[in-house]
Each structure stands twice: as structure tokens, then as C-alpha cells.
């Protein structure tokens, strides 16, 4: 599907806040990402998730018009980064991995200073700082010299910067980094807030934080996308090899045998734990063989204490996706974007 | 033109918020006028002008000046990281070096007038000293004006080439010294015409202008060295967007 032929309909164009196509960046000899196409919808939440060097920042980089890349075409708001670098930069609140920040400036003074940059005039400018200050709960830091603040201080300064002109598209490069976890909190509260006015795209490689955050992950590793879908969808892809688990009390012999006839059972495993088994069934593909083992277990008569299937997170998925043990298909992409 | 105002006002306060601004304007008047007043005293009874030996105590020093205040100007946030947020707001290339330009000129030109007053506070001190020809006041403050202004933009361009401030000062430094020396290259190189030599020196103009003499020429050689560096640091500075 070619994104921009179809970008000509302004339904479509009304739809897509963010869309990339081909995009590459060469560093010299060194390529950092290498064809990366994807889109994120008006309204979206899509966390950009990938290893150190997998090519993120390069491409939030290109997306607020920091660097320019070597090939391929991105749109923001409909605007082109490469020809329409302005319109892009107005529509877009870009907060830096490193959140650099003028540290001799107090708190309001800084985000004055950012907001007459960004072409607010006086009266407005004037609410938007206490706006921003009250959102990112800065208020009471607001005459604070910003080299005394804290890093999850400083972090807020960086967001209620990006907030200042109320951009339609939030791009935010690692916000919780070096943060505590009392801050990553803090910080994850403020743009689960923030996610229900601005379109929002989010780099990350903290993997619990994306699946309690964005509708929709893309995976980066070695400068391409290598998937695409929703965190749900993307564990699902995990749930095939998936293990059930079942703690009975019953003859480890018969438990074995009886658990090996269930057809969805491709191997198990049986740890003693006493006088009780615990039982660890490897599943095939996409079966679900827990009704089959309770029915088992009922018929036994044996008595159990736990029957469960072992959860998958993100980061099993991510680990699967990076090495290369999940196929294209499986991930949402098209095999030739692969 | 409201955000060039914008940054400007933002670079001046992170001077003042700082000890540069004091340090480097106190030392640097109290250096030339230390300098002008041993000048005087060593060509007591010449017949040289004393707004002459003062222009002539105030270039001496302007190199320095110059570079101190411009070292920091884009290398600075190059270092800091903070050239990311400004290249990524929207704002105009050009703002951008307008603002960061005009910071630095007003604050020289600020640390001149005490340095430039100096030849008031003699007169009134020194009886030999019957009166200050302001023709000749004037004409060296629209040099020394012209020349400062011209050595901002070169500053400015040089600030923009690296992130290390100390590179940045010794090319600024090197670069804002080559004027003073174009003369004496000129003549040592025998194909350059002498009409050549005179206009394009340094040595020349101060002169002229100490004398009260203006010359439209020379404003306008002096202003079209300003436009081109500052041109030069626009163009290098849009060109992270398409290199």
C-alpha cells in the first residue's frame, strides 16, 4: 500500500498524524536506520521500542526536523520535514533524550523564553505557563533555578516546554530515563494524561511502561521496523509456545502419562514439590489446554492448588523479535517490509 | 524579527546572570584606560590626537573582548545540548543568528561607552587638555562601531564551526587579529597596488576617522564584511537540515 498516493484523500489525511515512508539516515558509511515505514493515527499512542543503536532517536531526530534524512519522505500533520521544516516544528512538541535545558534560567523564565520562541504572544503566553506549570505540577518550582532542580523535575520542565504551544503531536524521546521509580511514575501518570489531547509517539526500551501506555508498538532493531501491532497482539503472537502449569497432588507416574495424552501437549516437565507434582506442559501452537487438564484432573480425583498458564509480557516478545525467532508474517508487517 | 528580539534578550540575561559580563567588562575598561592613560603620558607635548592614542588603546584590547564574548555564543549550546530544543522550535534560522548576533554587538558596544568616556574624564582632570574635537569623537565611535560589529560576525561564524569553546576562542582570536596585520602583508607583497593597500587598511581607516573624516567606503566595506559572515553563519546553519 503506497501511504502517499493514498494521502491525496483528505479522509485519509484527516486520519494520519504521522507517516513515514522509506525513510533512511546515513551517518557516513554507517546506515542508522535503513527504510522504516509506518504511520500513527490523530489521537494515537504508539511507543517506538527497539535496543540501544536500533535507530529511534535517529528517527524522532528526522520527525522534529533536528536532522534531515538521507532518503525517503515523512510527514507531520500533513506537513513534509525535509520542505516544510516550519509548519512541521509548530506542530510538533519534541522533548530530547538528554532534556537540555538552560540551566541558569529559572522555571518560568525558561518556559516564557520557549514560549515567545514558539510565537505566543503576551496574554496567551501568560496562561499557557500557568497552564503547563499546573499540568506538569510544577507550580510551586515555578521561580526555581532549573540547575537546582532534580532530573523528574527537569524531565516536567522538558514536557511543559513541548506543551507550551499545545502541539497536535507530542514526540518524546525516552522520558523516563535515569528517572527513580518514584519519577517514572509521576512522569507515566503525566502523559497517560497527556495521551487523551495530543497525538503522542514515544521511544522507549522500557517494556512494562509501553504496555500500561500505547495502543500500538513498533518494534526497531538494526535501523528497520521489524513489527507492528497492538502490545496485546504482539504477546498473542507469544501465546502458541505458551506453558501451563498445574500443581496436583496424585501419583507422579499417572500425572505424567494422564497430562501427555492431552493432544495440545507437545512436552512436559514434572518438578516434585513434596508429596506434590508440579507439572510444567508445553503447549503447541495456539491450543489451550487447560479445560482439557482440569477435565483430567477431575477424572483423577486429584487434588490441585494451582492451574495456570505461564503469562508472556512484551519482553518476551521483544527478546523473540530482536533475535529473529518470530517471523515476519507473525508480526503484523508485510514480508517485503521485513 | 520578534523571535531574533526574543533571543537576544535571553542571551543578554545569561551574560548578566553569569560573572562574564562583570568580569570581562571591568577588566577590559580598566585595561585600556590603563593603557590610554600611559599612552598619553608617554606622548605628552606630540602633537598626536588624544582620540587617536585612545581608539588606538581601545583596538588593541577589542580582540580579546571580542572573543570572550563570542566563544560561548553557539558553542555553548552546542556542548549544553541545548541546539536541539532551538533547532526544533519553530523558529528561523536566521532568528537564530540575528538574535545570538545582536546580543553579543550590544553588550561590546555597552563595554566601549565607559572605555570611550575615558578621554571626558582626562579632559576634566588634565589642564593640558584644552578640548576634545567631537568631530573626531564622533568618527571614532562610528569605527570603532563598524569594526566591532564586523568582528561579531566573524566571531558569531566561528562559534557556529565547533562545540569546543577553546577551539572556538584561539580561531576567533586568530581570525579577528588578521585585520591588524593586512596592512603590513599588503606592503610586503610587491604586485598589490597601493590604493588596494589603503582602502583595505585597518591602520588607515582609524586614522581617518580619529581625524573626523567619515568615508562611506569605508562603512560600506565594513558593513558588507558583517552581511557575508552573518550570511555564511545562516547558510552553515540551515545546511544541518539538508546535509
Known sequence: MDGFAVSTCPLFETLQMIEVKNLTKRFGRVTAINGVSFEVGKGEIVGLLGPNGAGKTTTLRILSCYVPATGGDALVGGADVFTDSLAVRSKVGYLPESVPLYTDMRVVEYLRFRGALKGLRRGRLRKRVSAVLEQCNLTDHGKVIIGNLSKGFRQRVGLADCLLHEPECLILDEPTIGLDPNQIRHIRELIRGLAKQYTVLISTHILPEVEMLCERVLIMNEGRIVASDTPRALVGLMKGNANVIAEVLGSRRVVIQAFEAISGVESLVCEPMGEWSRVICQCKKDADVRAEMFKVICENKWEVRELTTERRNLEDVFVAITKGSLDAEDRGLEVEDA | ?243
Open chain 2, 1 to 243: 524579527m520578534r523571535k531574533a528580539l526574543t533571543i537576544m534578550k535571553r542571551e543578554l540575561c545569561s551574560l548578566f546572570y553569569s560573572p562574564v559580563a562583570y568580569v570581562t567588562s571591568v577588566v577590559f575598561v580598566a585595561a585600556s584606560a590603563w593603557t590610554f592613560l600611559q599612552a598619553v603620558e608617554t606622548r605628552a607635548g606630540s602633537e598626536d590626537s588624544v582620540v587617536l592614542i585612545l581608539l588606538v588603546s581601545i583596538f588593541l584590547w577589542i580582540p580579546i573582548l571580542v572573543t570572550v564574548i563570542c566563544m560561548r555564543l553557539l558553542a555553548e549550546e552546542k556542548r549544553a545540548g541545548t541546539l536541539e530544543t532551538l533547532m526544533t522550535a519553530p523558529v528561523t534560522e536566521t532568528a537564530i543568528i540575528l538574535g545570538k548576533y545582536a546580543s553579543a554587538l550590544l553588550f561590546v558596544w555597552l563595554v566601549l561607552v565607559p572605555s570611550v568616556l575615558t578621554v571626558y574624564w582626562l579632559a576634566t582632570v588634565s589642564p593640558g587638555i584644552e578640548s576634545i574635537d567631537p568631530y573626531a569623537v564622533v568618527g571614532g565611535c562610528v569605527i570603532l562601531g563598524l569594526i566591532t560589529a564586523c568582528c561579531v560576525s566573524v566571531g558569531v561564524l566561528v562559534s557556529l564551526l565547533t562545540r569546543n569553546q577553546i577551539v572556538a576562542a584561539i580561531c576567533c582570536f586568530a581570525a579577528i587579529c588578521m585585520p591588524f596585520f593586512v596592512k603590513p602583508l599588503a606592503v610586503a607583497l610587491p604586485f598589490v597596488r597601493d590604493s588596494v593597500v589603503e582602502y583595505v587598511s585597518l591602520e588607515t581607516h582609524v586614522v581617518g576617522f580619529a581625524s573626523g573624516g567619515l568615508s562611506l567606503q569605508v562603512c560600506v566595506l565594513y558593513l558588507s564584511v558583517t552581511i557575508l559572515m552573518l550570511f555564511a553563519s545562516i547558510r552553515i546553519m540551515e545546511s544541518r537540515r539538508w546535509l
